[in-house]
């Protein structure tokens, strides 16, 4: 459906929103900026709403449902705003410290992802059962992948003031990284069962997981190779600036054109140039505006993916029946994220604090566009409806509630900060 705007003037639109709505958060509420914009999102949906319900004659809610429906959020996020936001949360990880903590991380977001999936995937399709909507087996493991990828935006803005060791940092935020780009590859393999519906084979699904995983590490490593390797012959910082979008850009159209994980690219990519390329291939003044222009693409996107969260509460909103199911299945996503942290974490108390890092990877384990972007993406039908309308409300609890209270909990089990701000998602 059209919404009669040119793509410049959605975009319009969605900027000056988020520089509004930033503004009032710096202005008053001073809350995370992840968590301000969603939730004003949301207000704002609910105000109009009331509007149109007070006002017969207004079509408010029609309007901007037909708005939001004219943006492919699916398109938006996974074909453009994602390769941007891994390879700038890449940049800013240490890979030595990325480096100490590799099982962990390889294990956490591979195992702990498949893990998650099926916990979530079997307990939905009991909770599903149970409410008498029946949901068939295969689509509530589809459910289970779309709703394990999480989010590191908000908790990581956090951890960077946090007293929490550097090595559980990159720990965190590695995992973060690379589970997207694991996410979304189990996810096109179940989701493809589940179209096909062919018996699911394990062999087959282990082998495209595979390609997929390992391809996007071969091909961030060449694209960011070539990108450091470019940027190292020369000194100019706008010149150089450029190559890292060419990266980027490039790098996530060629692995959609050759089916392998673009997330897990670019996060490898990201790493590459924002350790070795920033160490080694870059002036002072290159470093510096390079590093700042990242650092500003990664808030401007963040405000815009956070708002259109909570904007997107009118699109579900004649699926209210459903927010019981939703509300059922929150503490069932925590739990298995408790356990599919929990046990390796138990595993490696020597190497991570463990009263530390459980709670921060349990509570901090935040879902958000991935999950909305992947449920919007299903195949249209009753159970497409109601995917969406249940990871809609997972994702709204995890940014508003655990989001907001991320940071008293990091603090409770870390240690005060060790300097005063708002931290920026």
Same mark, same amino acid.
């Given at each position: 459906?059209?919404?009669?705007? /040119? ?7 969605? &900027?000056v929103?988020?520089?509004a ?7 008053w509420?001073k809350?995370?900026s992840t968590v301000?914009? /969603? ?10 709403l009331?509007? +149109? ?18 943006i492919d ?5 996974m ?5 941007f ?15 100490k903590?590799?099982?962990q991380?390889a ?11 099926l ?6 399709w ?18 289970g992948?779309?709703?394990s990828?999480? @989010?590191?935006?908000a908790v990581?803005?956090?951890l ?17 990284l690379?589970?997207? #780009?694991?996410?979304v590859?189990? =996810?096109?393999?179940l ?8 018996? =699911? ?7 495209? =997981?595979?390609v997929e ?21 020369? @000194? +100019? ?5 450029? &190559?890292?979008l ?8 060629l ?5 392998v ?20 291939? %870059?002036?002072q003044?290159?470093?510096d ?5 990242w650092?500003?693409? *990664? ?9 259109l969260?909570g904007l ?13 199911? #939703?509300l059922? /299945? ?15 974490l138990? %595993? ?5 604090p ?5 709670p ?9 566009g &991935? ?13 497409? *409806?109601s995917?969406?309308?249940v990871?809609?409300?997972v ?9 907001? /209270? ?15 701000? &708002?931290?920026?998602?």
């Open positions: 459906m059209t919404t009669g705007l /040119t793509a410049f003037e959605v975009a319009a639109v969605l &900027i929103l988020s520089a709505f930033a503004w009032i958060n710096q202005r509420l809350l995370p301000a914009l /969603t939730m004003m999102g949301a207000v704002a949906s609910l105000i109009i009331a509007l +149109d319900f007070l006002t017969p004659t207004s079509d408010l809610a029609g309007t901007v449902s037909r708005f939001l429906q004219g959020f699916h398109e938006a996020l074909d453009g705003m994602l390769s936001l891994l390879f700038a949360g890449a940049m800013h990880v240490d890979i030595d410290d990325l480096h903590g590799r099982w991380i294990v956490l977001s591979t195992i702990g992802v498949v893990a998650s999936t916990m979530v995937g079997f307990g939905f009991g909770l599903s059962s149970a409410v008498g909507l029946a949901v068939p087996l295969i689509w509530c493991l589809v459910f992948a779309l709703i990828p999480t @989010d590191p935006v990581m803005g956090v960077k003031t946090a007293r929490v060791p550097p090595t559980l940092q990159a720990t965190i935020a590695g995992e973060s690379f589970n997207d #780009g694991v996410g590859v189990v =996810f096109s393999i989701l493809a069962t589940a179209v096909s519906g062919e018996p =699911f084979s394990f062999l087959h699904a282990g082998e495209l =997981f595979v995983a390992l391809g996007g590490v071969v091909l961030g490593l060449a694209v960011g190779w070539i990108g450091y390797q470019a940027m190292k012959a020369i @000194d +100019d910082y706008a010149v150089e600036t450029l &190559i890292t060419a990266v980027v850009m490039g790098g996530y159209a692995a959609s054109a050759i089916h994980s673009g997330p897990v690219a670019m996060a490898v990519a990201g790493l590459l140039i924002g350790n070795r390329g920033v160490a080694q291939a %870059m002036s003044k290159t470093r505006h390079l590093l700042s222009f650092a500003l693409i *990664d808030e401007i996107l963040n405000a815009v993916l956070f708002l969260i997107e509460a009118l699109v579900v909103i004649d699926r209210f029946g459903l927010i019981g199911l #939703g059922l /299945t929150i503490p069932l996503v925590l739990v298995a994220r408790a356990i599919s942290v929990g046990v390796p138990a %595993m490696w108390r020597n190497l991570l463990f009263r530390t890092a459980f921060i990877f349990t509570w901090g384990g935040l879902r958000g &991935i999950s909305i972007a992947l449920a919007l993406s299903l195949p249209g039908g009753p159970i497409k *409806d995917l969406v309308a990871t809609y409300v994702v709204l609890f995890s940014v508003l509630v655990q989001g907001g /209270t991320i940071k008293s909990l990091i603090t409770r089990v870390a240690g005060p900060p060790e300097e005063d701000g &708002i931290p920026h998602g």
